[in-house]
Nanobody, 125 residues
Framework: QVQLVESGGGLVQAGGSLRLSCAAS????????MGWFRQAPGKEREFVAT????????YYADSMKGRFTISRDNAKNMVYLQMNSLEPADTAVYYC??????????????????WGQGTQVTVSS
């Protein structure tokens, strides 16, 4: 069982940066693959980035490559999403999620069994 709590969202101007954090409970946190998703009003939940147990294995949605960085600190049970060069199109509720690891990268929401409550990110133009 994993419980997830996101923080770090807020209002930022276009071109600015935010760092989202996700605090996870559970002694087996390090074994889970972790992901970030987002959902804008009226749109489906969208994959942002994922990281396996090691920092060496990360994968990003195309529109986030070069702007967003996912990382984790297994000693602290934390996952982070550093977001730079933010655009109004990045406005959404951002969710942290955990998945039992499998071969390959987990890119769809149905592969994740645990979710946080979400944190709002608003980018003004």
């Amino acid at each position: 069982q994993v419980q997830l709590v996101e923080s770090g969202g807020g209002l930022v101007q276009a071109g600015g940066s935010l760092r989202l954090s996700c605090a996870a409970s559970g002694r087996t946190f390090s074994s889970y693959s972790m992901g970030w998703f987002r959902q804008a009003p009226g749109k489906e939940r969208e994959f942002v980035a994922t990281i396996k147990w090691s920092q060496s294995f990360t994968y990003y949605a195309d529109s986030m490559k070069g702007r967003f960085t996912i990382s984790r600190d297994n000693a602290k049970n934390m996952v982070y999403l550093q977001m730079n060069s933010l655009e109004p199109a990045d406005t959404a509720v951002y969710y942290c999620a955990a998945a039992t690891p499998s071969r390959g990268y987990q890119l769809t929401s149905r592969e994740y069994g645990y979710w946080g409550q979400g944190t709002q990110v608003t980018v003004s133009s």
